[in-house]
């Protein structure tokens, strides 16, 4: 399966997520690929600090650039079954060629900084796509939620989620850990850290098992 994690707004946690979940992927079916279509490369920073953790399973990345990187993606494909991408950046062509091949697709949002225009560009983006990929499956999530319990916020994206025609959000919800800055720094996901958060690692596992249907 190819998922992609994009969005058209920086800095609410796409590459977190998406080097989380391809570290547990990894953990689970031992070949997967990362690619890393961020002209930033912090997914491949990621990668490449894990490469020296010599204890942990590597997991392989790549860089796409350009709006031709469905064709690449897709000849990709034929070898790796599992394909994760970090696709970021305004307007970006690389999210839009990502998107005609992907099966499914998370927007992680930042709590606190709901922004329901960008989402509505979302939408209308994930619309105009499903004509070429019917198959896409675009999905919000709630990224950096306050562990406090005032629920306010996440009560407001519940009901401008219903405007969407094309998003749907995602069961899971992260909130706001140091777990998640640690393991990035290391090169590791959640679920490796040697102290671990155990609520981190719930909640990405809850995501996980969400994205490949483990129940
Ligand atoms: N759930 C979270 N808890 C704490 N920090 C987070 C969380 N998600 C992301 N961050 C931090 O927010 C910043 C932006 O995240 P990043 O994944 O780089 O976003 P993007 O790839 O969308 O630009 C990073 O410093 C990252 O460590
Ligand atoms: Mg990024």
């Known amino acids: 399966m190819i998922v992609l994690v994009g969005g058209e707004k920086g800095g609410t946690g796409k590459t977190t997520i ?87 697709m998370y927007i992680p949002i930042q709590a606190g900084q709901f922004d329901v225009w960008t989402l509505g560009l979302m939408d209308q983006l994930v619309s105009q796509v499903k004509t070429f990929n019917p198959h896409l499956k675009a999905m919000v999530l709630i990224n950096r939620a306050s562990t406090n319990p005032s629920t306010t916020e996440i009560e407001e994206i519940f009901q401008v989620m219903s405007e969407f025609e094309n998003l749907t959000l995602s069961a899971a919800i992260l909130k706001e850990r140091i777990a998640y800055r640690k393991a990035a720094k290391e090169g590791l996901s959640v679920v490796e850290l040697n102290k671990q958060d155990p609520k981190a ?15």
């Open 201 to 215: 690692t719930d909640e990405m596992q809850f995501l996980y098992n969400e994205i490949y249907d483990i129940v």
């Open 18 to 104: 998406v080097t989380n979940l391809a570290a547990m992927r990894m953990q689970q079916i031992n070949e997967i690929l990362l690619i890393d279509t961020d002209k930033q490369s912090s997914a491949s920073s990621w990668a490449s600090v894990r490469d020296q953790n010599t204890e942990i399973k590597r997991v392989l990345s790549v860089q796409k650039f350009g709006n031709t990187i469905n064709n690449e993606i897709r000849a990709l494909h034929t070898k790796y079954n599992d394909i994760l991408i970090d696709a970021g950046g305004q307007n970006s062509q690389e999210l839009r060629a990502s998107m005609l091949v992907a099966e499914k």
